[in-house]
């Protein structure tokens, strides 16, 4: 199996940054794509950015896009995501997923197409 521990949150005031760690253990083998997903209190747990294997293009949900970067070290194991410009509406739990079984070049967007997911992280945006 894979786990996935995920670290960086914390508090910021409204227009600063955050950078979020995925560090992913185990079964890393082979190759998955990676997702960052966050829930506020009273919300769904939605998509905020994805990044595939290598290669396509990542995903960005439109309330985030210009703001937020997904990212990727091979080497560390790890998915990043810088977090610049927050604002209070950013305020959830953040959670990395994984997906083994994605092809190299696509970049899932359905939550259900992850097979991994970490425990979350606290980030909270004061105004």
């Known amino acids: 199996q894979v786990q996935l521990v995920e670290s960086g949150g914390g508090l910021v005031q409204a227009g600063g940054s955050l950078r979020l760690s995925c560090a992913a253990s185990?079964?890393?083998?082979?190759?998955?794509?990676a997702g960052w997903f966050r829930q506020a209190p009273g919300k769904e747990r939605e998509l905020v950015a994805a990044?595939?294997?290598?290669?396509?293009?990542?995903y960005y949900a439109d309330s985030v896009k210009g703001r937020f970067t997904i990212s990727r070290d091979h080497a560390k194991n790890t998915v990043y995501l810088q977090m610049n410009s927050l604002k209070p509406e950013d305020t959830a739990v953040y959670f990395c997923a994984a997906d083994v079984t994605a092809n190299d070049w696509i970049v899932p967007t359905r939550k259900g197409e992850y097979d991994y997911w970490g425990q979350g992280t606290q980030v909270t945006v004061s105004s």
């Open positions: 990044i595939p294997w290598s290669g396509g293009s990542t």
């Open positions: 185990g079964r890393t083998f082979s190759s998955y794509a």
